[in-house]
């Protein structure tokens, strides 16, 4: 039996949460944080997620701050989602290579772009061995 992938999906609504942990459980493992400090605790605890999903809009420590404080090889992993100004997806775009996807969103959308990074990641990391 294979290892599921690790999905850490971070967001201050809890609905948001239920929701990702119900499409993704049978492929992923979903950890789910409401804050960006309960995530960076549970990378800080040695949680290597495959992927993360991360809302720009977190209270308290935004999602851009949260990816721009974990290590560079993990903001690879980043799909950000985000219900507000372009403004706030521009200045995550030009930070970093992460997708970001409107809300509210289409999961099977969703799934299509965590795919998508996950197999990007996968190509740069055969391009580098």
Do not use: C, Y
């Amino acid at each position: 039996m294979t290892e599921r992938r690790v999905l850490l999906a971070v967001d201050e609504d809890r609905g948001v949460l239920r929701a990702m942990s119900l499409v993704f459980h049978r492929e992923w493992q979903v950890v789910t944080a409401t804050s960006a400090a309960d995530a960076l605790g549970l990378v800080a605890l040695g949680l290597v997620p495959d992927a993360i999903v991360v809302e720009l809009d977190l209270p308290h420590m935004d999602g851009l701050a949260l990816v721009l404080a974990l290590p560079a090889w993990l903001q690879e992993r980043v799909v950000f989602t985000s219900h507000h100004a372009s403004w706030r997806r521009a200045d995550a775009l030009a930070k970093t290579r992460a997708l970001v996807l409107s809300k509210p969103m289409n999961l099977d959308t969703l799934e299509r772009a965590i795919d998508d990074t996950v197999a990007g990641r996968q190509r740069a990391d055969r391009l580098v061995a």
